[in-house]
T-cell receptor, first 113, second 114 residues
Framework: QKEVEQDPGPLSVPEGAIVSLNCTYSNSAFQYFMWYRQYSRKGPELLMYTYSSGNKEDGRFTAQVDKSSKYISLFIRDSQPSDSATYLCAMSARETSGSRLTFGEGTQLTVNP | EPEVTQTPSHQVTQMGQEVILRCVPISNHLYFYWYRQILGQKVEFLVSFYNNEISEKSEIFDDQFSVERPDGSNFTLKIRSTKLEDSAMYFC????????????FGSGTQLSVL
């Protein structure tokens, strides 16, 4: 079983739609959960960071973590063509200080004008 | 905004040759990382580095790989004898210590092994 699973898509939505992206994981030691955005041939850029279970909102983005189900989500409201990118979930058992991030495969999102 | 700089952006080498990928981390950061992404696959952790020592390394980071901070600004990844399967995008990242919101990735070096 993969440590982190993410549907690679591709996902295509019209502008203004609500987008839901999800990851499941198997390692119960994971405590820190991140969503990164990656444009083609560029490095990952952090969007959202949450610790343990709960919700976090930042503008049009909401991250949810359900540790009991080992399931995390990213919601994008009022999606824009500029949101078109690959979205990566990532998680870790420790708060950096040299520790590794484990990534999902990434979901490719296209928002059509 | 400070950024992690990687050079070159694209490197082509022959199988069996040595390559050095270079990174300039953000100046006040203390922890440095290398990740790689084979085309169409997930981003994978290679190694983390702190205080001139490896903090953690993955199963991928075998004896053909080494890392070094040769001076106060650069952080390098050396692959001693490249294989075809080393072809990937290599990302450097740096962070101050705790707090993933302060961990930044560079734009990557695309390594092509022929």
């Amino acid at each position: 079983q993969k440590e982190v699973e993410q549907d690679p898509g591709p996902l295509s939505v019209p502008e203004g739609a609500i987008v839901s992206l999800n990851c499941t994981y198997s390692n119960s030691a994971f405590q820190y959960f991140m969503w990164y955005r990656q444009y083609s041939r560029k490095g990952p850029e952090l969007l959202m960071y949450t610790y343990s279970s709960g919700n976090k909102e930042d503008g049009r983005f909401t991250a949810q973590v359900d540790k009991s189900s080992k399931y995390i989500s990213l919601f994008i409201r009022d999606s824009q063509p500029s949101d078109s990118a690959t979205y990566l979930c990532a998680m870790s058992a420790r708060e950096t200080s040299g520790s590794r991030l484990t990534f999902g495969e990434g979901t490719q999102l296209t928002v059509n004008p | 905004e400070p950024e992690v700089t990687q050079t070159p952006s694209h490197q082509v080498t022959q199988m069996g040759q040595e390559v050095i990928l270079r990174c300039v981390p953000i100046s006040n950061h203390l922890y440095f990382y290398w990740y790689r992404q084979i085309l169409g696959q997930k981003v994978e952790f290679l190694v983390s580095f702190y205080n001139n020592e490896i903090s953690e390394k993955s199963e991928i980071f075998d004896d053909q790989f080494s890392v070094e901070r040769p001076d106060g600004s650069n952080f390098t990844l050396k692959i001693r004898s490249t294989k075809l399967e080393d072809s990937a995008m290599y990302f450097c990242a740096s962070g101050p210590g705790t707090g993933y919101e302060k961990l930044f990735f560079g734009s990557g070096t695309q390594l092509s092994v022929l």
